[in-house]
């Protein structure tokens, strides 16, 4: 599959329009429930019909990868975590699989990069990544071939009947590459885009702040080329969640963006596929920094700020029961005639 994506359609304005004057007569002061409605009114133009429907199979597919900076000391915890939390994803005993649940999504995980053997890694790419500091996370062949696996998986998904996806991260050292990925094509500096993370001591961030500049120079040679910017300082995993993101905009799917870590991967999805953004909502606004400058740089606004880091789509899911809410109000609630009110005059 060519890393050439077709041009993006919009989410249909006529029926947004549709939806704003369905809005201005349920029984409501037109406003009163605030982004609610704005919500409700970017689903049914992306589904292209009003009222919009209910969803039937919204999934999360989790992206997971291990990354080579991860042996600099740019993390809480070893890189034997991501191949563990792939067994924790598939167990159902991860925070995404309780949220998913309790939101009425299902979750399915993939091993793009696990440095180790794993049940789901029939797309894997390679083991690791190199260490972005200081060499190319990816060949050109296996950014190419990780940016299909995700243009696959987006297309399984919908062709399964998916009609909400999410995507998430799991993989030790993540938010470095996020990070360097975000400053890159914002034109941010090291030290406006370094996080915790995981929860690093000072040691620790001053550490991953001479990793992301190190990054940074490689990254800014490559900004004109997004596969180029993956495989010199990403990931498979990265790579491909880019790639599943700009496909779930060419298929017309909306999506919820995750974190930082998502955050990344949609700036660059965008960049490979102009137009991707209008078919995505930020669930929500990651703790980490470079969250923010991802999201103002898309033109994202979260739905929530809870202070959430965690990644695997957690924040995403968090948010989703607002997502299927708007999308109810919008299709569900009476209308001032149908209820016999007096409306506003």
Known sequence: MSTEFPPVEPPSEAVLREAEARQAVLTKPLGSLGRLEEIGNWVAACQGTCPPRPFTRPRVVVFAGDHGVARHGVSAFPSEVTGQMVGNFLKGGAAVNVLAQVAGATVRVVDMAVDGDTPVGELKVRRSSGSIDREDALTREECEAAIAAGRQIADEEVDAGADLLVAG???IGNTTPSAVLIASLTGSEPVAVVGRGTGIDDQGWMRKTAAIR?????ARL???????????????????MAGFLAQAAVRRTPVILDGVVVGAAAVVAEEMAPGAREWWVAGHQSAEPAHAIALAHLSLKPLLEFEMRLGEGSGAVAALPLVIAATKILAEMATFDSAGISGKD
């Open 169 to 171: 991260d799991m993989g």
């Open 214 to 218: 190190d990054a940074l120079r490689r």
């Open 222 to 240: 490559n900004i004109s080329d997004p596969v180029a910017l993956l495989a010199s300082s990403s990931g498979a995993d990265i790579a491909a």
